[in-house]
């Protein structure tokens, strides 16, 4: 992989797109974009810009610009450290905005639009022409990100891979959600994650935290442990736990996986799209498909303390022993083998749609392509235990229920 060859090429790809596809996708992916015409049609006022500058999913600088509407103009950069909370929003929509074109490295000029959101004002594809400061910037940028992946692919290390899905408890027949902040603490191995609605936090979703290995039966064992360890301390067992995308309208939940040991770059993110994030919404029940795009859009990552990354666009893989195994042996594969794994079907605007909105049949045909170079990997043998039955799962066009119970199918007996 040459990190400045693949920036030139994807700049190409970018150009051919039409006017139209940019903002069909960008609208998908649940982008805001201001149109010129819209522009035009304004009143004079106060507007807050940031102009973003993006190499490697990394924004190397953010520069505020305050204008009066009046031919007045305040011009500031923001500090990464000083401003982190408002740096990191402003870095992730520029990130998700060109990557969701494809891009993993450009300028983005974005617009304050009222409740903390921003609105895509313009894209520059190709920021670093030229023999300018920022052309330095990101050539220096390239150049780490390649030395990174030279030294990888060298080596041949085996990526850690750690876990954080999410379930809900379910009062029946009402299907009244039960806060699992009740009886789970916000930290441990087994603990409660937050949503704010209405301008409240509050904490209704269980989160299994297991610790991480670079061992798929390792991780999966944690896991049962962390399992157990929540029907332990979850005490009312008339509760019922379903898990997926959306098993319960309004509240998404999600299936992050944590990888360590290999850099993160748009390549691995775009293969983790293509080999499990679209096989996973083909299988996916229907009704999960409303987590998207506010939740669980391509490319949705984070990174963390650690080092490493957080994959964030899979639901909850905890509907099925079979569906979590196979999550975890397909995301240890494509993480040790994704520079063999060449398709891209989400480049496709049918497939790229088909996600968004969950049509199984636009999805279907492009499916066993996918699983094929996933099993002639040279790697697929380590991973096939756990692999194979979501494979085969996959292949016969199955899709999951989330309206069931998990402790069913993983065998949790109340206070295990």
Same mark, same amino acid.
């Given at each position: 992989m040459n990190v400045m060859e693949e920036a030139e090429q994807a700049v190409r790809r970018y150009e051919r797109m039409s006017a139209?596809? *940019?903002? &069909?996708?960008?609208?998908?992916?649940? !982008?805001?974009?201001?149109? $010129? +015409?819209?522009?035009?049609? *304004?009143?004079?006022?106060?507007?807050?810009?940031?102009?973003?500058?993006?190499?490697?999913?990394?924004a190397l600088r953010i520069k505020r610009r305050d204008t009066s509407g009046m031919g007045g103009a305040q011009d500031s950069v923001l500090d990464r450290e000083a401003a982190s909370t408002l740096f990191k929003r402003i870095e992730r929509l520029a990130v998700k905005t060109l990557y969701t074109l494809g891009l993993d490295h450009g300028a983005v000029r974005l617009e304050a639009s009222g409740k903390k959101g921003c609105t895509v004002v313009s894209i520059d594809p190709r920021p670093w022409k030229g023999m300018t400061d920022l052309s330095v910037m990101y050539r220096e940028g390239w150049k780490q990100l390649q030395s990174q992946l030279d030294e990888e692919s060298q080596n041949k290390v085996t990526p850690v891979l750690?876990?954080?899905?999410? =379930?809900?408890?379910?009062?029946?027949?009402?299907?009244?959600? !039960?806060?699992? $902040?009740?009886?789970?603490?916000?930290?441990?191995?087994?603990?409660?994650?937050?949503?704010? !609605? &209405?301008?409240?936090?509050?904490?209704?979703?269980?989160?299994? +935290?297991?610790?991480?290995?670079?061992?798929?039966?390792?991780?999966?064992?944690?896991?049962?442990? #962390? =399992?157990?360890?929540?029907?332990?301390? !979850?005490?009312?067992? $008339?509760?019922?736990?379903?898990?997926?995308?959306?098993?319960?309208?309004?509240?998404?939940?999600?299936g992050h996986v944590h990888f360590s040991g290999v850099t993160l770059n748009g390549d691995l993110l775009?293969?983790?799209?293509?080999?499990?994030?679209?096989? %996973?919404?083909?299988?996916?029940?229907?009704?999960? $498909? @409303?987590?998207?795009? +506010?939740? &669980?859009?391509?490319?949705?990552?984070? %990174?963390?303390?650690?080092? &490493? =990354?957080?994959? +964030?666009?899979?639901?909850?893989?905890?509907?099925?022993?079979?569906?979590?195994? @196979?999550?975890? #042996? %397909?995301?240890? %594969?494509?993480?040790?083998?994704?520079t063999s794994l060449p398709l891209r079907p989400l480049m496709n605007t049918?497939?790229?749609?088909?996600?968004?909105?969950?049509?199984?049949?636009?999805?279907k045909e492009y499916i066993p392509a996918l699983l094929d170079d996933l099993v002639r990997l040279e790697d697929y043998a380590r991973y096939e235990k756990y692999a194979a039955p979501l494979i085969r799962h996959l292949r016969e066009g199955k899709t999951w229920d989330e309206s069931r119970d998990i402790r069913k199918v993983w065998n949790i007996r109340a206070g295990s």
């Amino acid at each position: 992989m040459n990190v400045m060859e693949e920036a030139e090429q994807a700049v190409r790809r970018y150009e051919r797109m039409s006017a139209g596809e *940019r903002a &069909g996708r960008l609208e998908r992916a649940g !982008i805001e974009v201001l149109a $010129s +015409r819209d522009r035009q049609k *304004r009143e004079p006022g106060l507007r807050v810009r940031y102009d973003v500058e993006i190499c490697c999913l990394y924004a190397l600088r953010i520069k505020r610009r305050d204008t009066s509407g009046m031919g007045g103009a305040q011009d500031s950069v923001l500090d990464r450290e000083a401003a982190s909370t408002l740096f990191k929003r402003i870095e992730r929509l520029a990130v998700k905005t060109l990557y969701t074109l494809g891009l993993d490295h450009g300028a983005v000029r974005l617009e304050a639009s009222g409740k903390k959101g921003c609105t895509v004002v313009s894209i520059d594809p190709r920021p670093w022409k030229g023999m300018t400061d920022l052309s330095v910037m990101y050539r220096e940028g390239w150049k780490q990100l390649q030395s990174q992946l030279d030294e990888e692919s060298q080596n041949k290390v085996t990526p850690v891979l750690g876990m954080d899905p999410e =379930f809900l408890l379910v009062q029946m027949p009402e299907s009244k959600i !039960i806060p699992a $902040s009740r009886f789970l603490g916000r930290t441990g191995m087994v603990g409660c994650d937050s949503v704010t !609605i &209405g301008g409240r936090r509050i904490y209704p979703v269980a989160e299994l +935290r297991p610790a991480p290995s670079s061992e798929p039966r390792e991780l999966l064992t944690h896991l049962l442990r #962390a =399992f157990n360890l929540a029907s332990r301390s !979850i005490t009312d067992h $008339s509760l019922i736990w379903q898990a997926g995308g959306m098993p319960q309208r309004g509240l998404p939940l999600g299936g992050h996986v944590h990888f360590s040991g290999v850099t993160l770059n748009g390549d691995l993110l775009r293969v983790l799209d293509n080999y499990l994030a679209l096989p %996973l919404a083909f299988l996916q029940d229907p009704r999960g $498909s @409303g987590r998207r795009p +506010r939740y &669980g859009s391509l490319g949705d990552f984070r %990174l963390k303390h650690y080092g &490493g =990354f957080e994959y +964030r666009t899979l639901p909850s893989f905890l509907i099925s022993p079979l569906v979590a195994k @196979g999550v975890v #042996a %397909l995301a240890g %594969l494509i993480a040790a083998s994704y520079t063999s794994l060449p398709l891209r079907p989400l480049m496709n605007t049918t497939v790229h749609a088909a996600f968004y909105e969950g049509d199984r049949e636009r999805m279907k045909e492009y499916i066993p392509a996918l699983l094929d170079d996933l099993v002639r990997l040279e790697d697929y043998a380590r991973y096939e235990k756990y692999a194979a039955p979501l494979i085969r799962h996959l292949r016969e066009g199955k899709t999951w229920d989330e309206s069931r119970d998990i402790r069913k199918v993983w065998n949790i007996r109340a206070g295990s």
